[in-house]
């Protein structure tokens, strides 16, 4: 299959994208000025978004957009629904033990219930919920979604973050488009609490939604996510950023800082869209 898009005045060849299946050859456009808000930050990355009241595909840098990387702790997505549909975890309230090691995130020291553990991004308790799931039962689970590369490594509570299982920003746009319609093969209620773990901003005007992570790439610089969505006026919009920058320290704040100004450029915030 292949696209072409002119909106950057040079035509574009989108070949075999994972997500863009079944898309014609009209609905996606490749926006290079995104391009502006990663040189402020010092960073390279992708971003992607998917309209779907239009049906419409934006990317910047497709190369980077099609190639995979460690999912980090975007991970924590897939393992939640896992955990709840097995009934590994009865629901988002029950209770992860710390298991006592002192780390240097102070809110990661505790018992922590799957919603805080999800909204502090607690690797360790993440790791405890990956060992109860089981290596057969994750493995299940990687191949029915057809998650990334779907490839585990040798320990079953580490391969999402030592380059064990690798996914691509498409494929990413793809999983969380689908988490949000409740069309992934888990029960709709467990893809709602999943869904209500990932909100970060409500307000009369948008909802913004969404998991982060962080890791190395392939060339051993830092790498950060953003992997969710934005809805305005009942319209929603799924969206995946990638960056890779020098200074890990600057990356949490810059990834959010260039998904927002992204999400401004392209008319978000204003309840117009």
Avoid at 112 to 137: C, K, M, N, W
Avoid at 153 to 160: C, R, S
């Amino acid at each position: 299959m292949y696209l072409f898009s002119y909106r950057s005045g040079i035509p574009v060849i989108l070949f075999s994208l994972f997500f863009l299946q079944g898309c014609t050859v009209n609905n996606v456009d490749i926006d290079n000025d995104i391009k502006k808000y990663f040189d402020a930050e010092q960073a390279t990355g992708t971003f992607g978004m998917f309209d779907n009241s239009r049906g419409r595909f934006t990317i910047y840098n497709l190369d980077r957009f099609k190639k995979r990387y460690s999912p980090a702790s975007t991970f924590k997505i897939v393992n939640s629904l896992i955990a709840l549909q097995t009934g590994r975890l009865t629901s988002d309230s029950t209770v992860i033990p710390w298991d006592g090691v002192v780390r240097d995130r102070p809110e990661w020291n505790q018992n922590l219930s799957l919603y805080r553990a999800f909204r502090v991004s607690a690797v360790p308790h993440f790791q405890e919920i990956a060992r109860q799931i089981g290596r057969d039962t994750m493995q299940y689970w990687l191949d029915t979604l057809k998650y990334g590369n779907m490839k585990m490594g040798k320990t079953v509570d580490a391969f999402w973050l030592d380059n064990s299982i690798l996914i691509s920003p498409d494929e990413q746009l793809g999983l969380v488009k689908r988490l949000y319609f409740r069309q992934l093969p888990f029960r709709e209620s467990i893809q709602e609490s999943v869904k209500k773990m990932m909100i970060w901003e409500n307000n009369t005007t948008y909802q913004l939604a969404y998991k982060t992570g962080m890791g190395i790439s392939d060339s051993g610089k830092p790498m950060g996510w953003m992997v969710g969505w934005i809805e305005e006026n009942r319209h929603v919009y799924p969206f995946v950023l990638n960056i890779e920058m020098e200074k890990e320290a600057a990356l949490p704040e810059a990834r959010l800082k260039i998904l927002k100004e992204v999400l401004g450029y392209i008319g978000f915030f204003k309840g117009k869209m």
